[in-house]
């Protein structure tokens, strides 16, 4: 079990050039793309069309009337429901009737009871949801153009930016009615289906993690990472039992807000344990946590305590210690200038392990109650949707409804955590083996990743075009959005607030950034093309 | 704007058609060039492919031209702003068919900026003068038959009281009763100094109400010019007078004769929409009056 919102955390300054550059590629893929198809259909004079667009752009964007914008927002509005989107609910509530059956009772593990409820939930919301704005936002336009609808319009002076705002504004509006009514259907849903031994568990924790963990070994050295215990992927490291081997965390900005009613400080650990012998196994590990001051040689270690497996733990730390006597205050002499706390971890169990990562240990606020974190993943679905419907609505008004459909899917696929990591290990040259025909040739020629190629002027244009390749996927890594800010539910459903700084603002970021490029690709798609269906 | 302002102008104006591959597939239209001023109604006359549609998109801005300059209201065909002053009825029923009579027009009217009360106020006024039955207004369009789609059309064209108003095929799928009004809002947009360029291929409806026509063939402009003086023969005269007796007919006979005219003597005929008119005008005013002359049928 691991959760770690590191991926997540964000800083601003980044964001904002994030921003940017995804603004800039897709607003340089839009224009050079029309300016082509301008050139390639019209011919040399297609160039200084392309520029009086451009102008004419502008000029439309101090002419943009509310009014048009949701009179077209109401078609799309209406046309949605009267060709009835709605009949999502059926399948919704077909859904909600019969789930309790397969999901009763697992009431020996309440934590992971609520989980599966709440991510039951937000899950099936959001894959209901997501096709119906997918349909509509795709096979719209197209069937405007198709069924020449749209030549009442065009002709009259709607503007083509106004066309795709309302027709974009119009989709994310049914998609948020449908979303709305899921949600509170849904959130009573949880609510009378948790039992009532369970009801505690359904808050949203507010965690504050360190900004970093550092690891020392065995020796007592710092080392990069703590020791791997065999598995292929680690998330966690782990530190030996009885030995110099420490985990320490650093949390900044620590002061009175920190401390619970009771005048505590409370760290929640999720730590793993792994044993390296058998011996008793319903007997857990043990684990001390140690706060030290370096400047004031002043160090206070817990008594030990046992590793909760594959489960949270909460310690409550009294603010107030006593140290050989003398009785200490943790804010006050523990916390340095900086307004920094060191806390060490150990494993106190020989020739044992525990593991730990940067999110295992985390100081715990005062929760906050669980509709606000699960509306705010809501809002986390709404975003999604609105990004959804600002690509399938400005690649309709390109190709096809079909088509459009397929493209708004790929790019969805492509954004999705896993995908757009791998794309990112390909942009960044972390994959062995070369680019594609470098790789393609290695598959046929039997050729291990790592060996070398000889030296031939062939290869060198093999490489060049995979450099160029790389260059081109590298746009497409920043034009295509990473979706895992946008997944606000996983916060949720694991027990957590969504934070506001590292995944709300990077969400609304990401969405903001395609604001600009989608509507200037709508609007150049409508205004270059005949708008005649052949 | 002067009565004999250029409202439309056309140059050298071409459209070539184009496979996907960019390669001609067909010229639709070839050189046309002709002017329109205001006020007047003008017939682009031509069989069906003659480049008559093709003509009323390029001005519209639906499609582009391959060569050639159109000017609609002294802007470019590309210019949105122009539209303000254009209404436009499609050939067919391109209306939204989810949406009822007022929702349609509103939705229309909300494009032209227009205020709430102007909406209501000019769709109220539009339906009736298209003659759309009140207990139709709140259907979805696509429970209307043609006739009803075309007659919304026309008032979807005229929301915003538009000073150019270009027609496809206004009588088309229309009733000769349909048909008469339509010819006469023709007519009485006219008389209020609006400007009206029709298309058609039913030549007797562009005659009763066209000034000046032209006609495109091949994408061709073949003939231009008014109606009365096109269609006017010159090497013919006619007289008409009320019933005259058998003498009378014959001294007119002989004196024609003197002078070797090669004339013929008949009784008029009235036209077939003209009886129709007359004959539901009559079953109107006299609800179960039959006025049945061909005894076969009775039987």
């Keep these: 079990m691991y959760f770690d919102p590191n991926e997540y955390l964000l800083n601003p300054v980044i964001s904002v050039l994030n921003w940017a550059v995804v603004v800039g590629c897709l607003t340089f893929v839009v224009l050079f793309v029309s300016m082509i198809n301008l050139f390639a259909t019209r011919g040399a004079k297609g160039i200084g069309i392309f520029f009086d667009e451009l102008g004419e752009m502008a000029s439309d964007l101090f002419h943009l009337s509310p009014r048009r914008i949701w009179a077209l927002t109401r078609l799309t509005y209406t046309e949605a429901i009267r060709r009835k989107a709605l009949a999502v609910f059926v399948v919704f509530g077909l859904l909600f009737m019969f789930a309790g059956w397969f999901m009763g009772d697992t009431k020996e593990i309440k934590p992971d009871q609520v989980k599966v409820y709440i991510s039951f939930v937000l899950t099936t919301i959001s894959w209901l949801t997501l096709p119906v704005v997918l349909i509509l936002c795709c096979f719209g336009i197209p069937e405007d153009i198709r069924l020449r ?74 080392a990069r990472a703590g020791v791997n215990v065999g598995d292929i992927w680690a998330f966690r490291s782990y530190i030996e039992g009885a030995t110099k081997a420490r985990a320490i965390w650093i949390f900044k900005n620590v002061d009175e807000s920190f401390l619970d009613s009771e005048g505590n400080l409370n760290f929640e650990n999720s730590f793993s344990a792994f044993r390296s012998y058998k011996g008793d196994m319903t007997r857990p590990l043990f684990y001390d946590i140690k706060f030290f001051n370096p400047a004031k040689n002043l160090a206070y270690t817990t008594d030990p305590q046992p590793v909760n497996e594959f489960r949270h733990k909460l310690d409550k730390i009294p603010n107030k210690v006593t140290v050989d006597d003398v009785q200490y205050d943790i804010l006050k002499d523990f916390v340095n200038e900086k307004k920094e706390l060191l806390v060490e971890v150990s494993c106190i169990d020989r020739e044992q392990y525990i593991g730990m990562a940067r999110s295992d240990l985390f100081i715990r606020m005062p929760d906050r109650p669980f509709w606000m974190g699960y509306w705010k993943a809501i809002l986390g679905i709404s975003l999604t949707l609105l990004l959804i419907t600002m690509i399938g609505v400005s690649a309709s008004t390109m190709v096809k409804g079909p088509i459009a459909a397929v493209l708004t899917f790929v790019i969805y696929f492509l954004s999705l955590k896993d995908n757009h990591q791998f794309m990112d290990q390909l942009v960044f040259g972390r994959v062995e083996g070369g680019g594609f025909l470098e790789s393609v040739y290695r598959l046929v020629m ?35 959005p990473y979706s895992q800010y946008f997944n606000m539910p996983e916060f949720v459903s694991n027990g957590f607030d969504v934070p506001w700084d590292t995944s709300i603002l990077p969400s609304l970021l990401v969405t903001s950034a395609f604001i600009i490029p989608c509507v200037l690709m709508g609007y150049f798609a409508l205004r270059i093309r005949e708008l005649e269906s052949k | 704007m002067s009565q004999s302002e250029t409202v439309i102008e056309i140059r050298n104006l071409s459209k070539v058609y184009r496979d996907f591959w960019g390669r001609p597939k067909v010229r639709a239209l070839n050189a046309l060039s002709l002017d329109i001023k205001k006020g007047e109604v003008f017939g682009l006359l031509g069989p069906n492919g003659s480049g008559k549609t093709t003509t009323l998109k390029l001005l519209l801005g639906l499609l582009f031209p391959t060569e050639g300059e159109v000017k609609v209201l002294g802007k470019s065909a590309a210019d949105v702003s122009k539209n303000e002053r254009i209404g436009y009825l499609p050939e067919e029923s391109y209306l939204y068919r989810f949406l009822n009579a007022y929702e349609t027009l509103d939705f229309y009217g909300r494009l032209f900026d227009m205020t709430a009360a102007q909406r209501k106020e000019r769709s109220e006024k539009l339906l009736d003068l298209v003659k759309l039955a009140p207990q139709s207004r709140r259907r979805q369009l696509k429970e209307y038959s043609k006739g009803m789609q075309r007659r919304i059309g026309v008032a979807q064209a005229l929301i915003n009281d538009p000073d150019l108003v270009m027609l496809d095929e206004p009588t088309s799928g229309l009733d000769p009763l349909g048909n008469r009004d339509m010819k006469d809002l023709i007519l009485d947009l006219k008389a209020q100094g609006k400007t009206v360029l029709m298309c058609s291929h039913l030549l007797a409806d562009v005659q009763d109400v066209c000034d000046r026509i032209a006609i495109l063939y091949g994408g061709e402009l073949k003939v231009m010019g008014r109606v009365d003086e096109l269609l006017t023969a010159q090497d013919k005269t006619q007289i008409r007078s009320s019933k005259l007796s058998d003498a009378a007919l014959k001294e007119v006979q002989e004196v024609l004769k003197r002078h070797d005219a090669d004339f013929t003597v008949d009784q008029p005929t009235a036209s077939l929409e003209d009886l129709f008119l007359k004959t539901v005008q009559e079953s109107r005013e006299r609800p179960g009056h039959r006025n049945v002359t061909d005894r076969q049928s009775v039987t």
Aim: hydrophobic residues 50%.
């Design chain 1, 149 to 222: 609808s749209i030549h009442t319009v065009v002709t009259k002076p709607a503007r083509r930016v106004e066309i795709v705002l309302g027709r974009m504004i119009g989709i994310w509006l049914i998609g948020c009615l449908v979303l709305s009514v899921m949600a509170v259907v849904g959130h009573f849903w949880i609510v009378r289906q948790i039992p009532a031994e369970s009801q505690p568990l359904l808050t949203c924790r507010v965690p504050v993690y360190g900004a970093n963990i550092e690891f020392i070994d065995r020796e007592g050295n710092s």
């Design chain 1, 446 to 480: 039997h050729m291990g990743p790592s060996q070398e190629l000889p030296a031939n002027p062939a290869f060198s244009v093999v490489k060049f075009f995979d450099w160029m390749l790389n260059n081109f996927l590298w746009l497409c890594r920043h034009v295509i």
